[in-house]
């Protein structure tokens, strides 16, 4: 506990008053019926309402539209997953002898429930302002750095556009193969595209993230990798 107890000082700036509020935020359910997921329930509220303020501040001419895809891309699980590796969070996480051998410690869900319980765990040890506090410390370059209209539409939503703006039907997208256990599954997928006769392939850990990867891929053999901003 000693351990944890100093990343939290070290990589957060936050000192626990109640230690056993950390260590319940790192236990993961496959170690006890008492685990961490109340307090990821609680975090994910605190972190939504810090985003979503910080986020009102910073882009004053920004409508509600924008304000919310822009608070979604910064809490959505990878992004909360990429900030748990970079701070080490997830050496300290405990697991059961199940999910450690298979990997739970880097396991993108895993990471990001539990840096949302560790929020949880700081605003019942401390209030709303500690929470704050680590939470904009935490999103200090992510804020200062804010993605741009065009960067939150997603390589599915550009793809669609793309062709209809060119008189094409939309994709369609089937899943060709699911390989792997019922915890660590990855799917392949297929877009098409009939009138281009056009069959890309991708992958991901959900049918959501390889249908976006498929969507991608498929943009940069039609020439549209980035956003198009030219007229048809």
Not at 74 to 86: F, H, K, Q, S
Not at 136 to 145: P, Q
Request: hydrophobic share 40%.
């Amino acid at each position: 506990m000693k351990a944890a107890l100093r990343w939290a000082e070290d990589r957060l700036g936050y000192r626990f008053i109640r230690q056993d509020l950390l260590d319940l935020a790192l236990t993961h359910r496959s170690v006890s019926a008492c685990n961490n997921e109340r307090l990821e329930f609680l975090g994910d509220a605190v972190l939504g309402l810090v985003i979503a303020d910080a986020v009102y501040r910073r882009r004053p001419e920004a409508g509600e539209g924008l304000l919310s895809r822009i608070r979604s891309r910064l809490v959505r699980g990878e992004t909360l997953a990429d900030m748990a590796r970079e701070i080490g969070l997830g050496d300290l996480v405990r697991l059961g002898s199940g999910e450690a051998r298979t990997g739970g410690h880097q396991r993108s869900s895993i990471l990001s429930n539990a840096l949302e319980a560790v929020l949880g765990a700081i605003y019942l040890d401390s209030g709303m302002a500690a929470a704050e506090a680590v939470v904009l410390r935490l999103y200090a370059s992510r804020l200062e750095d804010l993605p741009a209209e065009e960067d939150l539409r997603d390589p599915k939503t550009r793809l669609q556009e793309w062709l209809q703006a060119r008189g094409h039907r939309p994709p369609s997208y089937a899943v060709r193969n699911v390989a792997g256990a019922a915890h660590a599954q990855t799917f392949e997928v297929v877009c098409e595209i009939d009138s281009l006769g056009l069959a890309v392939g991708g992958h991901g850990a959900s049918r959501r993230i390889a249908e976006q990867d498929a969507a991608q891929r498929a943009l940069e053999q039609v020439g549209a990798g980035q956003p198009d901003t030219t007229a048809p």
